[in-house]
């Protein structure tokens, strides 16, 4: 967690500078998450008028907004008509869980709009500066943020109008940064949704969309040039999944690898991550 601090420190170091340019070849362990820059995250939910924002409750103290539950829907047929008359998430009178248009919550944001908005929002996905030195916390609670921050992103990023976008945008990322083959752990039990549709789409059309991306990129004028050689999608369950859960995560697996099995059958993989400490252990999965 000290990463934090230390990389600003990093970035200005003449090692850093030789390392940056030399060729990386791959990249075997990356959080489909996690691969793009926060702020350009952000940015794309707030630009897409079909997502709207929801917390558990009124977000009125300082103190509600870091700790209440909070995530994005996309809901682009149904959601104008939820929101009728309703509140603001800073507003005392908010009703838990209604749906409020991303713009709206961000441009009423108590404290510099939409800046302050994006800045927030950042500081409940990522783990901060300050965050980083709470090592007294222990190891479980860097867990829970890392968890819960993950849910919030993917909240924004799994529908298909940000999703596209984003796998391009970490396709280009990777590869300006000399990175030909990567492999990516993605949970496909997700509610993810098609363009302009309310209702979750079924695994594999998110898998559809993924290997669609990867081709496009890949056979691109930019694509081509920087030697990009493609990606290797590692469907990733959860260890403290119940069993249940399990079952049919197996059963969105078996869907998504018979889709892109009909493509490349070598670019996919499967595995369970999670706390260890908290979670089953390899011999009871």
């Excluded at 869980?97 to 800045?119: H, K, T, W, Y």
């Excluded at 993810?192 to 969309?209: F, T």
């Excluded at 890949?218 to 290797?232: H, M, N, P, Q, W």
């Excluded at 403290?240 to 059963?251: M, P, R, T, V």
């Amino acid at each position: 967690m000290m990463f934090n601090q230390a990389k600003a420190h990093m970035e200005k170091t003449k090692l850093w500078e030789i390392v940056s340019k030399m060729p990386k070849g791959a990249i075997l362990h990356a959080h489909h998450a996690a691969c793009v820059p926060m702020e350009w995250v952000i940015e794309q939910a707030i630009s897409n008028p079909g997502l709207y924002f929801i917390s558990e409750k009124a977000l009125v103290s300082e103190s509600d907004r870091k700790t209440t539950g909070i995530r994005c829907l996309y809901a682009p047929q149904s959601g104008p008509r939820w929101t009728r008359g309703c509140k603001t998430n800073w507003n005392p009178d908010y009703k838990p869980e209604s749906l409020v248009p991303i713009q709206v919550a961000a441009d009423s944001f108590p404290g510099n709009g939409r800046v302050g908005f994006m800045s927030w929002l950042k500081s409940r996905c990522v783990v901060t500066p300050d965050e980083s030195l709470d090592h007294y916390l222990g190891v479980n609670d860097a867990w829970r943020k890392f968890q819960y921050g993950i849910r919030i992103v993917n909240s924004m990023i799994h529908n298909e109008d940000i999703f596209r976008p984003y796998c391009r945008k970490m396709f280009d990322l990777f590869s300006q940064d000399g990175v030909q083959w990567l492999e990516v752990r993605k949970t496909f039990k997700m509610n993810y949704r098609s363009s302009g549709k309310d209702d979750i789409a079924l695994p594999e059309e998110m898998a559809r969309v993924f290997w669609d991306e990867i081709v496009r990129f890949k056979e691109s004028d930019i694509g081509k040039k920087r030697g990009f050689l493609g990606v290797r999608l590692i469907w990733t369950g959860l260890r403290f999944w119940s069993a249940k859960q399990i079952l049919e995560g197996n059963h969105a697996l078996f869907f998504c690898f018979v889709y892109m099995g009909a493509y490349d059958r070598n670019r996919y993989g499967r595995l369970y991550d999670g706390e260890k400490a908290l979670s089953r252990p390899n011999s009871w999965l």
